[in-house]
């Protein structure tokens, strides 16, 4: 469990976050979405300490994340995945490399071990044995996005953080994508948090959902609770298309 | 920012840079790899450059010291302390700055903007460390080799200018390029190797890690990294000079 208490973050004159708290439970796809701009990739960087906070803690299952020294931090991203927008994978290294990088690094297997469990986690996540020795820049945008969750889940973390998991990728891919990180989620029983605007991943696969706001938090509950909010700005973020509005009203006829 | 504010930020990505390594084996294949990268892959250039820097400075002395009072082999001495003196080991270091520099800014930057330097510290690897010190420990490592090459090729050069034009001739040249002998040059282009292999990798990574943005801004880095490498190689290069040369 991920509890973000009372964090603020300014860039010069410019406040992009303002107290927020969040509880980001274990087990669950905790969601956060809103507007472009609102402030979610900053929160998203302060979770991850990317970027120091400026007032609030962040604490990981009792642990003050945030006010940890880079020893201490570093120690705690051992347990930590991550999937980037654009996958950042490592464009040097081939996909099977990429898998085995944070097991090269961090375990102390031998490298029979290691390639056996990235190449677990790359069955895992579908990738076929022959896109193996292949680099990123020749696979799709649906396979990165599975190498990088595979990547991620090399070490078997505790917390796993999604960035936009679905940009540019096609409705069916996107499902895909979804789905693997609510099975992964549940599998290894780990706190899962997804930046998202795509209100298919977050009817999907969302546990709870936070709506952030000019940088608040402005509203928070489940996917039962999103289709019945009369909360002004979820209802213009949620419903501003024709099939959401739709949705919603045949969700609330029953 | 000011300079102050780079040389500050400069001072602690250095710093971070040779902090303990995660895994000693890791960095070391990385540093295996950068010498083959910098190195090798810098050779055919360095070696085309040193032929024709020798053959030209020959020309050029052969052309200037015509005057009967001057010996003969002047021309051989001239050009292989010339070679031994500025030309391996500087302008040798101000093509590589060129080479290498922007390769590792190029490189570096795309990282940043592509977010896999993000990427390295989430998973609690010291990225500096990873990328930066490989680099820097592989050129102080090949850079004196480059350089020493760079001064056998540049006096053989000098070499096929005067049979190829018999403006000196091939024994005058050869008892030139031997006569009077300091071995000292050798060492102070060696100690500038050293400090110009340091300057161009540490420079350029530095830009690479600031690189924010996209293509633009990644093309950029790559531009300031050799303009600021070339500026800073030549101050150090007068700097040396006064220290090492002048009794």
């Avoid at chain 2, 302390?81 to 520099?101: C, N």
């Amino acid at each position: 469990m991920i509890t973000v208490e009372n964090i603020s973050k300014s860039f010069e004159t410019k406040d992009v976050l303002k107290n927020i708290n969040l509880d980001l439970k274990r087990g669950e796809v905790n969601m956060i979405i809103g507007k472009s701009g609102a402030g979610k990739s900053v929160l998203l960087k302060c979770l991850v300490g990317l970027f120091d906070v400026d007032k609030g803690r962040i604490l990981y299952d009792d642990r003050p994340f945030s006010e940890m020294g880079y020893q201490k931090k570093k120690e705690v991203r051992k347990e930590v995945g991550m999937l980037f927008q654009g996958s950042a994978l490592f464009d040097s290294k081939t996909v099977l490399e990429n898998v085995m990088f944070p097991l090269t690094i961090f375990s102390d297997k031998s490298p029979e071990e290691i390639k056996e469990r990235a190449l677990f986690c790359l069955r895992r996540v579908n990738i076929e044995e022959h896109a193996d020795h292949l680099f990123p820049a020749e696979i799709s945008g649906g396979m990165q996005k599975r190498v990088a969750i595979a990547r991620a889940i090399a070490l078997q973390p505790r917390y796993l953080f999604c960035d936009e998991p679905n940009s540019g990728l096609d409705p069916q891919t996107s499902i895909v994508i979804d789905n693997l990180i609510k099975e992964i989620t549940v599998e290894l029983d780990i706190t899962t948090i997804v930046i998202s605007h795509d209100m298919n991943s977050v009817m999907e696969i969302s546990d709870t959902i936070s709506f952030i706001h000019n940088g608040q938090k402005w509203w928070e509950g489940s996917r039962d609770d999103i289709m019945t909010t009369d909360n002004q700005e979820v209802v213009d973020f949620v419903y501003a298309s024709n099939f959401m509005k739709t949705l919603r009203e045949n969700f609330n006829k029953g | 920012m000011s300079i102050f504010t780079h040389l500050g930020k400069y001072y602690i990505l250095m710093a971070q840079a040779f902090a303990k390594p995660d895994k000693f084996k890791v960095v070391w294949k990385r540093v295996i790899d950068e010498m083959e990268a910098i190195g090798i892959g810098s050779i055919p250039i360095v070696a085309i450059l040193s032929v024709f820097m020798g053959a030209v400075t020959l020309l050029q002395m052969a052309y200037n010291f015509s005057n009967p009072l001057v010996p003969d082999y002047t021309e051989g001495l001239a050009t292989r302390d010339t070679m031994i003196l500025e030309f391996a080991p500087t302008i040798i270091s101000l093509i590589l700055a060129g080479k290498v520099g922007s390769s590792i800014a190029g490189n570096l930057g795309t990282m940043k903007v592509t977010e896999q330097i993000d990427a390295l510290e989430i998973m609690g690897v010291n990225p500096q460390s990873y990328l930066i010190m490989p680099k820097v420990v592989a050129a102080l490592f090949v850079f004196p080799f480059i350089v020493v090459i760079a001064i056998f090729l540049g006096t053989f050069g000098g070499y096929v200018a005067s049979l190829l034009t018999g403006v000196v001739s091939v024994e005058k040249y050869v008892f030139g390029i031997q006569y009077d002998f300091e071995p000292f040059y050798v060492t102070y282009a060696l100690i500038k190797a050293e400090f110009f292999a340091l300057i161009i990798t540490s420079v350029a990574s530095y830009q690479g890690f600031i690189t924010s943005g996209g293509a633009k801004e990644v093309g950029d880095s790559g531009t300031r990294a050799v303009v600021y490498s070339c500026i800073i190689i030549l101050l150090f290069d007068l700097i040396l000079t006064q220290l090492l040369l002048t009794v």
